[in-house]
């Protein structure tokens, strides 16, 4: 705005708007009177700067609102201002069918592969404009690969593989593509010490002992692409390795003028392959200090006799400034590394889009097959990147893959899995949320990660509305025509100020001005809830938009009235000047009273039982016995059942302690008999069952109609029969005697169990016993034996 600054924040479901307006001004310029700056807000344009719309002390900002609201405050609809956005397809060209064995053959500017390719969308703020995007993978899609290799010494093995590498991974990718070419490059170091050795014989051979290497270089474009497999053979078949000092290598510095040296490398707007083949670590930006080497690396290609000339001026590049040459110049990146140094290279992966790792052997000798996984892999996701957004401007993506796979938020701009012939799409929403300061068309472009095909979006933005182009310059409406009378308020010409534009800011006394806007004389500059403009106050408007100020001297509001469940009067009325406005059936000061007496209603249909008033939707019970929400509850008093059961039984069978008085004690109960307990009716009190003199059980329930108590009582008492004494008999006899069996079974069982214990013990100790054997002692043997004493033994 020209005097002051409306700033919106808008979020939208296509019909109703929230949003939050806050207005800037200075005490020396002059709010205007319009409605410019309801960029995402209908505006009403009465038909002159009619008091009847605007309350008083109400900005010209309040012009500006939701619909329903700018109706309710008497706005008509041929007086609303509501512009809508809209977009329009200016190329929708359809993607290509084809199939590889078909004799027809494009040229790669021919074949599409995503629709649409360019659109107009008119952005109106907060209102968002979506379309949706479709890719295919086209079938037979050209391919241009340019292998990159690191001759360092450490490589010398891989080098021989790689020679024949040409004419092989031609015939490989035949099955993918009719149309490939193949390209090589070589890269080792930065000719700076400390990175290689700089004296004369270092830079002759960097090899040490008998080995014959070529002389160190950063980086080579050794073959250009071409579709010629024997010349890509013939020319790395000549390659020499060469060295260097430390263990990283100058790779970046070679990926930054392959992405860059377009022309050179021949590039052509296709699927563009760089498989970048290693055995070894890379330096990044900053380590060029160690050579002496701080300017940064500028991006731009240096190729001079398809040598890298300035690797000893430039830093090596970052890896944000590769991705995002690599992401402009549509490259995907292969990673062909060895085993070792893996876990590097899968985390470069996560910095770089449309990348991908391989595990390369010793010696490179499954560099084809890894070339061919490696471009599956990557072809076979699509990942939706845009430029960058105008400031305020929000796009959001939402992707339908395959299988009816939905994704949204980040995930939104992928699908994987996709095969060839296989087509996707993503619906594509974009936001404003605030107007550029020119108010000029932007461009946003959305393209695939690794495809040279894009979709342009032109962006418009509706900033202001057409009855400002009607405006009538030094309208006799602004006092005389010191202003501008456009969309039914007044712009003010400069100096002049005022609603009416009634003021002029050189002659006017601002303090005389202020005492129009203080309230009884006091201190207070339109209560502190506004900004005196020529001697009138306009109120502030609040962050949310449905609390605002009023009044001559801003002294009301409708937000600080009381509040009752913390809800603004209730929720049942609206605040006015501070004071609440009850709907119907409600009062109090916070509307929280309701005249309504449903809530007070007992099962009975009676209010409160009968035991009390209905005060603000609540039961106040009158007798202080009973409580509980309809006075139902008698904590202190004996049960219904126990209280009434005399005089139901007097009543009813002409028996109790009640017998001789009843007719006294008891009138008061209505009595009604029922047949049987299940004609008994529901009340809100239990039905109850209570024992007579004879033992028998009687049925009854209790209610209140009014002031009539009445009863239902079953015709017929439940009295239980007396036992049968010969059943009885004979089960005592029965069981005496069943229990006077199993005593003698259990004893003789022990008993049996005893003796074949003891039988067992004793064959045990017979079988154990041993029997000493004895002579008499007075036993003489009948046989005496003489020995001659004279015999010799001869």
Aim: hydrophobic share 30%; proline share 5%; aromatic share 8%.
């Amino acid at each position: 705005l020209p005097y002051g600054i409306i700033y919106a924040t808008i979020n939208t479901d296509f019909t109703n708007y929230q949003y939050h307006i806050f207005l800037q001004q200075s005490r020396e310029t002059a709010i205007p009177n319009y409605g410019t700056g309801c960029f995402s807000l209908p505006h009403c344009k009465p038909l002159g700067p009619s008091q009847d719309f605007l309350k008083q002390g109400e900005p010209t900002s309040t012009r500006c609102d939701d619909l329903h609201i700018l109706r309710k405050k008497g706005c008509k609809e041929k007086m609303v201002e509501n512009p809508r956005g809209g977009q329009k397809v200016e190329q929708n060209i359809p993607v290509t069918n084809r199939r590889k064995d078909t004799a027809e053959r494009l040229r790669p500017e021919e074949i599409t592969q995503i629709q649409p390719q360019k659109l107009t969308l008119t952005l109106r703020m907060g209102e968002p404009q979506s379309f949706n995007l479709t890719f295919k993978r086209a079938e037979d899609y050209p391919i241009d690969l340019y292998y990159l290799m690191d001759l360092s010494y450490s490589m010398h093995d891989d080098l021989q593989n790689v020679k024949k590498l040409g004419t092989a991974l031609m015939q490989e990718m035949q099955a993918i593509t009719s149309d490939f070419r193949i390209g090589f490059g070589s890269f080792v170091e930065k000719t700076v010490m400390p990175f290689i050795s700089t004296t004369p014989a270092g830079l002759r051979n960097p090899c040490t002992g008998q080995y014959d290497c070529a002389s160190p270089f950063s980086y080579k474009n050794v073959l250009s692409l071409t579709s010629n497999g024997k010349e890509f053979n013939h020319l790395v078949s000549q390659q020499q390795i060469s060295g260097n000092l430390d263990s990283p290598e100058g790779g970046f510095d070679a990926i930054m003028q392959v992405a860059v040296c377009g022309v050179s490398i021949g590039w052509r707007n296709v699927t563009r392959l760089l498989v970048f083949s290693t055995d070894a670590g890379f330096h990044f930006a900053g380590d060029g200090k160690l050579g002496g080497i701080v300017l940064p690396n500028d991006g731009k290609c240096h190729l001079e006799n398809n040598t890298y000339s300035m690797s000893h001026y430039y830093d090596y590049p970052s890896i944000a400034h590769l991705v995002q040459k690599l992401s402009d110049n549509n490259i995907q990146t292969i990673f062909a590394v060895t085993q070792d140094f893996q876990d590097i290279y899968q985390e470069l992966k996560k910095l770089i889009p449309k990348s991908a790792v391989g595990t390369l052997s010793s010696n490179s000798s499954n560099v084809i097959q890894l070339i061919i996984d490696a471009y599956n892999s990557l072809s076979s996701e699509v990942i939706l990147e845009n430029s960058k957004l105008p400031k305020g401007v929000n796009i959001a993506y939402t992707a339908y893959c395959k299988n009816g796979v939905v994704q949204d938020g980040e995930d939104g701009r992928k699908c994987v899995n996709i095969s060839i012939g296989d087509a996707v799409s993503f619906n594509i929403n974009i936001t404003a949320h605030e107007c550029p300061k020119d108010n000029n068309s932007q461009t946003v472009k959305i393209k695939p990660l690794g495809f040279n095909e894009e979709v342009e979006v032109v962006l418009k933005f509706i900033c202001q509305c057409e009855c400002q182009h009607e405006g009538i310059p030094n309208s006799p409406l602004c006092h005389n025509g010191n202003g501008t009378f456009e969309c039914g308020a007044c712009r003010c010409n400069k100096g002049r100020t005022g609603h009416m534009c009634e003021c002029s800011t050189e002659e006017v006394n601002t303090e005389d001005l202020d005492g129009n806007c203080r309230r009884d004389n006091g201190s207070e500059i339109c209560s502190n809830n506004g900004d005196c403009i020529c001697g009138t106050c306009e109120c502030k408007k609040r962050e949310n938009p449905e609390e605002r100020y009023s009044g001559k001297y801003c002294e009301c509001d409708n937000f600080n009235c009381d509040r009752y469940d913390n809800k603004l009067c209730g929720g049942h009325g609206r605040c006015e000047c501070r004071v609440c406005i009850c709907d119907a059936n409600y009062t109090g000061s916070a509307c929280d009273c309701p005249l309504d007496t449903t809530p007070c209603l007992a099962a009975n249909q009676q209010i409160c039982n009968g035991r009390g008033v209905c005060e603000c939707g609540t039961c106040r019970c009158t007798d202080p016995m009973y409580q509980g929400p309809t006075c139902e509850t008698c904590r202190t008093c004996p049960g219904i059942c126990s209280q009434h059961k005399d005089c139901v039984q007097c009543r009813a069978f002409g028996s109790g302690e009640k017998e001789k008085t009843c007719e006294e004690d008891c009138r008061y109960l209505d009595l009604i008999i029922v047949e049987n307990l299940s004609e008994l009716p529901e009340s809100t009190h239990p039905t109850c069952k209570e024992r007579a003199d004879n033992d028998c059980w009687f049925y009854y329930t209790y209610s209140v109609n009014g002031t009539q108590e009445i009863v239902h009582v079953v015709k017929d008492q439940d009295c239980p029969k007396g036992p049968d004494i010969i059943p009885i008999v004979v089960g005592v006899v029965a069981g005496i005697v069943l229990i006077g069996l199993a005593l003698l079974l259990i004893w003789k069982l022990l008993m049996i169990i005893h003796d074949r214990r003891e039988f067992a013990k004793f064959e045990k100790e017979k079988l154990n016993a041993k029997w000493d054997t004895g002579e008499n002692p007075i036993y003489k043997s009948a046989v005496t034996t003489v020995i001659n004493p004279k015999y010799e033994g001869k």
